[in-house]
Nanobody, 119 residues
Framework: QVQLVESGGGLVQAGGSLRLSCAAS????????TGWFRQAPGRDREFVAS????????YYADSVKGRFTISRDRTGNTVYLQMNSLKPDDTGVYYC????????????WGQGTQVTVAS
């Protein structure tokens, strides 16, 4: 079984920065990608960014392009989300997730970390 643990959330003023981490542990599985998602109160969960396991290509939601950067460490076991120029609309619970090989969806999720951006 694979476990994902997010960390790095908190309260920040608009214009500030945070760096989220997603650490994977447990059984090693093949994955297509690791993604970050977020859910604001009263809203659906939305895609934020992803990084492909093979090749490291990255993808971003239009709302975060130019402000957020997804990356990973050399082992690939930890994925980061550097968030700069934060806005109140970025407030929400941020989740990381794995897209396992053989599945057509992100199927393994962490518990989430709260990000609050004050205006």
């Amino acid at each position: 079984q694979v476990q994902l643990v997010e960390s790095g959330g908190g309260l920040v003023q608009a214009g500030g920065s945070l760096r989220l981490s997603c650490a994977a542990s447990g059984r090693t599985i093949g994955t297509y990608a690791t993604g970050w998602f977020r859910q604001a109160p009263g809203r659906d969960r939305e895609f934020v960014a992803s990084i492909r396991t093979s090749g490291g290509s990255t993808y971003y939601a239009d709302s975060v392009k130019g402000r957020f950067t997804i990356s990973r460490d050399r082992t690939g076991n930890t994925v980061y989300l550097q968030m700069n120029s934060l806005k109140p609309d970025d407030t929400g619970v941020y989740y990381c997730a794995l897209h396992p090989v053989g599945r057509n969806e992100y199927a393994i999720w962490g518990q989430g970390t709260q990000v609050t951006v004050a205006s």
